[in-house]
């Protein structure tokens, strides 16, 4: 079996990238552990809501270090466990959110750039994926806040602005219509992940 040859140009590119920082990956999972919190703001006509998403599965995949080179990332949310106290929101949300055909809300990071540490421990990422909701799919982009843990694990805290008719969603409404909910929300989260 002939051995690889390496070439004066595979040696000049593996040069480059060595000289820009470059190093490969050997990432760790982390998981979301069941202390996470998942919370999303709103207003309406009458006053303000907040809806907790009461279970959500995700995972990163990162290099384990103070502040994480991140690889991959999924958060993804079933709309049956979006929870807003009161019976009736609950089941306009999941109208609205097309639960019956799309009973799954799914994020997925495309791609995560440090922004360095700051004096108080916190790490910022700057971060780009594709969000999946009520049958549409588009582009988000977020910055981040994190910290290392003593046992190895991470917080991350974030929010981010979301516009429901950017996803097809109509506004919820009730009261025949006296109650509007308004098209902008926040989604906010404060989640540990550990191996």
């Known amino acids: 079996m002939p051995r690889p040859r390496i070439t004066l140009l595979s040696l000049f590119v ?3 990238a060595l000289a820009a920082g470059w190093t490969p990956m050997n990432p760790t999972r982390f998981t979301l552990q069941p202390e ?6 709103g207003t309406s006509s009458l006053h303000a809501w907040t809806c907790e998403v009461r279970q959500v599965d995700g995972f990163i995949d990162a290099e384990a270090a103070p502040a994480p080179r991140v690889a991959a990332a999924e958060v993804s949310v079933a709309v049956a466990e979006i929870a807003c106290k009161n019976g009736t929101m609950d089941k306009k949300t999941r109208k609205a959110l097309k639960a019956e055909d ?21 790490f910022e990422l700057k971060t780009t994926g594709r969000l999946a909701m009520a049958g ?3 582009s988000l982009a977020m910055t981040l806040r994190g910290q290392a843990l003593p046992d190895g694990g991470f917080r991350f805290v974030g929010r981010t602005p979301l516009r429901m008719t950017d996803f097809g ?10 109650l509007k909910t308004g098209d902008e929300l ?6 540990t992940v550990a191996r």
Request: hydrophobic residues 40%.
């Open 14 to 16: 593996a040069s480059l």
């Open 36 to 41: 996470s919190r998942f919370w999303i703001e």
């Open 102 to 122: 799309h009973p799954t809300i799914r994020y997925v990071l495309e791609s995560a750039q440090s922004l360095g540490t700051g004096t108080d421990g916190w």
């Open 136 to 138: 549409a799919e588009r």
């Open 169 to 178: 969603v109509d506004p919820p409404t009730a009261l025949l219509g006296t």
């Open 186 to 191: 926040v989604v906010r989260f404060d989640v």
